[in-house]
């Protein structure tokens, strides 16, 4: 299943997945630091969305309470719990 999470309060805009049952692949981001969008996506390839929200869920970027990681977390989040509602 692919999805599509429109962030909110980062630079990122807008973060692209797949999952396979609750494993997530091929992270895409719009917008935000290239260099950490390129990272965070082969970190969390492979893993599974309970996984992910382990490890980078509540991240802070400059005090805006999120962050690109956050997001992706929350995102991964909303796609499983689209997946089931699908």
Partial sequence: M?????T???CSSMI?????GNVVHNVK??????GNLQAIPK???GLTVEQVEEK?????????????GDQ???ACRAALEASKNA
């Fill in 8 to 10: 909110k309060g980062t």
């Fill in 16 to 20: 692209e997945l797949e999952l396979d």
């Fill in 29 to 34: 981001f719009t917008g935000g630091c290239n």
């Fill in 43 to 45: 970190l969390v390839e």
């Fill in 72 to 74: 992706l977390a929350r």
């Fill in 56 to 68: 980078i869920s509540g991240i802070s970027c400059n005090g805006r309470g999120t962050s690109c």
């Fill in 2 to 6: 692919t999805y599509t999470y429109r």
